[in-house]
């Protein structure tokens, strides 16, 4: 038995192949998200939504096929539902519209559309994950301490950042205990194979250092 190519009449073994296949892409694409996931808020309800959603918009292309009083129905019934989900990041929007993508393409019967689709998707979602694209860091994180207003610590905190550090630019200073301590804010860049904790235990035998906190930039990019 052939598939429909048509949404005109549907039968039941058009709309399981349509909901199985609009299944295993979706589930392609969320493991594609789970992979190239970066931020913090990691979150496991929405990558099982990029799956549900994939199904759902394939069940209502099926039932709409080329009625237009069902499309309108549906587009009312829609209208009536409140989405308040925030989206923290641009790039969660992107992966919801390709799941709903491949959803509409199975739901229409348009297979071979969803197949290539949903492979061109990863595969470019894969390379930018790679790939320095779109970065913008030149610094690796930020340091922040405290240390006595004393010349010879300051020499040996500068000697310090230029051993461990290929750049560092200052950007705050503050006067603490009435100017017998200055608070310093630093972006840091690591030379080529300095370590972090390395870099932090050189700091610590610095005399009268305190408060050292060492941010990657990476860490800092969403809470």
């Given at each position: 038995?052939?598939?429909?190519?048509?949404?005109?009449?549907?039968?039941?073994?058009?709309?399981?192949?349509?909901?199985?296949?609009?299944?295993?892409?979706?589930?392609?694409?969320?493991?594609?998200?789970?992979?190239?996931?970066?931020?913090?808020?990691?979150?496991r309800?929405?990558?099982?939504?990029?799956?549900?959603?994939?199904?759902?918009?394939?069940?209502?292309?099926?039932?709409?096929?080329?009625?237009?009083?069902?499309?309108?129905?549906?587009?009312?019934?829609?209208?009536?539902?409140?989405?308040?989900?925030?989206?923290?990041d641009?790039?969660?929007?992107?992966?919801?519209?390709?799941?709903?993508?491949?959803?509409?393409?199975?739901?229409?019967?348009?297979?071979?559309?969803?197949?290539?689709?949903?492979?061109?998707?990863?595969?470019?979602?894969?390379?930018?994950?790679?790939?320095?694209?779109?970065?913008?860091?030149?610094?690796?994180g930020?340091?922040r301490?405290?240390?006595?207003?004393?010349?010879?610590?300051?020499?040996?905190?500068?000697?310090?950042?230029?051993?461990?550090?290929?750049?560092?630019?200052l950007?705050?200073?503050?006067?603490?205990?009435?100017?017998?301590?200055?608070?310093?804010?630093?972006?840091?860049?690591?030379?080529?194979?300095?370590?972090?904790?390395?870099?932090?235990?050189?700091?610590?035998?610095?005399?009268?250092?305190?408060?050292?906190?060492?941010?990657?930039?990476?860490?800092?990019?969403?809470?």
């Amino acid at each position: 038995m052939t598939l429909q190519t048509t949404t005109g009449n549907i039968t039941i073994i058009s709309l399981v192949y349509s909901s199985l296949l609009a299944f295993v892409l979706s589930t392609l694409i969320a493991i594609t998200y789970e992979k190239t996931y970066r931020a913090l808020s990691y979150s496991r309800n929405y990558v099982q939504t990029l799956i549900l959603i994939s199904i759902v918009a394939s069940t209502v292309m099926q039932a709409v096929g080329d009625n237009l009083a069902r499309g309108l129905g549906i587009m009312a019934a829609m209208a009536v539902i409140r989405f308040r989900t925030n989206f923290k990041d641009s790039r969660d929007i992107v992966f919801v519209f390709a799941s709903l993508a491949v959803g509409v393409s199975c739901g229409v019967n348009g297979y071979s559309i969803a197949i290539v689709g949903t492979a061109m998707f990863i595969i470019a979602a894969f390379i930018l994950y790679v790939s320095p694209f779109g970065e913008s860091s030149f610094f690796d994180g930020m340091l922040r301490f405290s240390l006595e207003n004393e010349s010879d610590n300051k020499e040996a905190l500068e000697k310090c950042m230029r051993k461990s550090c290929r750049t560092f630019a200052l950007i705050t200073l503050r006067d603490m205990a009435q100017g017998n301590r200055i608070d310093y804010a630093y972006q840091v860049k690591l030379k080529k194979g300095a370590r972090h904790d390395d870099f932090v235990e050189s700091l610590n035998k610095i005399p009268s250092i305190k408060g050292i906190h060492f941010m990657m930039q990476e860490a800092t990019v969403e809470l």
